[in-house]
């Protein structure tokens, strides 16, 4: 391959990933009880709590549920990045 052709290909790359950056996501945990809106660059854009989950008794449930549905986005979005974009380790 020649140095010309592998230029082409990483603007192509870097097209597909600042698309990809700006694409958004949405992750539905637990048949909406929390749901996470975030870009492919794993910005948090919208994040909704459903009011049956607020009790002011039980704070940690609620925030363990939050933590878990925000990973389980970024988890999600890492996949489908890793789709385009499979890692370069080993590409030099």
């Known amino acids: ?6 230029m082409q290909q990483a603007k192509i790359m870097q097209k597909k990933l ?3 950056n700006k694409k958004e996501f949405e992750y539905d945990y ?11 660059g794993l910005k948090i854009i919208n994040l909704t709590i459903n009011k049956t989950l607020i ?3 039980d704070a ?3 925030q ?3 933590t878990e549905a925000i990973n389980n986005a ?6 489908q990045k890793e789709e385009i974009a499979p890692s370069s380790s080993g590409m030099f």
């Open 30 to 40: 637990s048949n909406g009880s929390v749901i996470v809106k975030l870009t492919g």
């Open 60 to 62: 940690i449930t609620l």
């Open 55 to 57: 009790d002011p008794e």
């Open 74 to 79: 970024i988890a999600l979005v890492n996949e």
């Open 18 to 20: 600042d698309e990809f």
């Open 64 to 66: 363990e549920m939050i």
């Open 1 to 6: 391959m020649n140095f010309n052709n592998l």
